[in-house]
């Protein structure tokens, strides 16, 4: 448990901007929401905790309405449904990721092959 700050502090930061509007999201109820102790989101805040696990750091995105890979991303955790997904292909994904990774692709190039793959589905 060595914790994660700048997470911690991101997660406190997100939380207390929409408890200034919605007293719905003071710590016990966040907490209680994503299905954690009130305890350990504290914790997790304080910066003393790791993040928990990944399916509670997306119903955090979810409730907080921020992109649940970013978040993922700040916690060093990978969305659950990824790690299935490059499993189902593993030399695929890992040839195509790597691909993009050595041939520099930047985000924007990404996006603008997820448009395209879209529009073609």
Known sequence: MA???????????????KKAV????????FALRVGISA?????IELGV???????HIIKMAELLEVDADELLALANRTDPELEEIIKSEPRAMADLLRTARDRGLTADDLE????????RS
């Open 39 to 43: 305890t350990f989101l504290s914790k």
């Open 22 to 29: 919605d007293p719905a999201f003071s710590l016990r109820q």
């Open 112 to 119: 603008r092959i997820t448009r395209y793959m879209k529009k």
């Open 3 to 17: 914790g994660n700050p700048t997470f911690g502090r991101h997660i406190r930061d997100l939380r207390e901007a």
């Open 49 to 55: 905790f790791d993040p928990p696990k990944a399916e």
